[in-house]
């Protein structure tokens, strides 16, 4: 009897254990190395073409990067009427790197090859600087991207100053766009006013990216 209880507590401890180990592997695969005002992680992507791009190739920029998925809804609010578009180009012309990540796995929404995001890219008339690619999610889940879309805008010294939503609106109705608060406005118009962004953090909405 005393073997059959102890064959069971050693069962469940050792379930325990296994738990403890998986709990402590969702935290580490969830954790993001990404705090406000703090330094922005480094990375390398692919673009559209294969070119590997590195987040520090724009050091002494204001950097804003998009997290993407052309199949989501909330990101077809901003880009069907034209309200990321604009915000591109706008920022773009005053030097403003805008780099669009897209972190959808294969076989997932969103997922595109070079090509694929280029054609899209056309088919939206978007301006960003550079689409790049992250199906891995290993750059996604750095930043803590949990939307699409997820915004940060970076300053020139290299320091996270706005990450969240791009606008105060959740809602997939494009027509909201300009009845909303866009908080990616007032911390790229801060940041080139060398001003301290109005309200750095927001909670991103969207579809979850789809790691």
Known sequence: MTACVSAIV??????????????MALAGFLHADVDLGQSAPDFTLPNCEGKQTSLSDFKGKVVVLEWTNMGCPFVKKHY??????????????????WLSIISSAPGKQGYCTGPQAEANTKDQKASPTAVLLDPSGDVGQKYGAKTTPHMFVINPEGKVIYMGAIDSIRSTNSADCTKAENYVRQALDAALAGKAVPTPETKSYGCSVKY
């Not at 050693?10 to 709990?23: F, P």
């Not at 591109?88 to 030097?95: A, C, N, P, V």
């Open 10 to 23: 050693m069962a469940v401890l050792e379930s325990m254990k296994k738990s403890l180990l998986i709990l």
């Open 80 to 97: 069907s009427g034209g309200n990321m578009q604009t915000l591109q180009k706008e920022y773009t012309s005053k030097g403003v790197i």
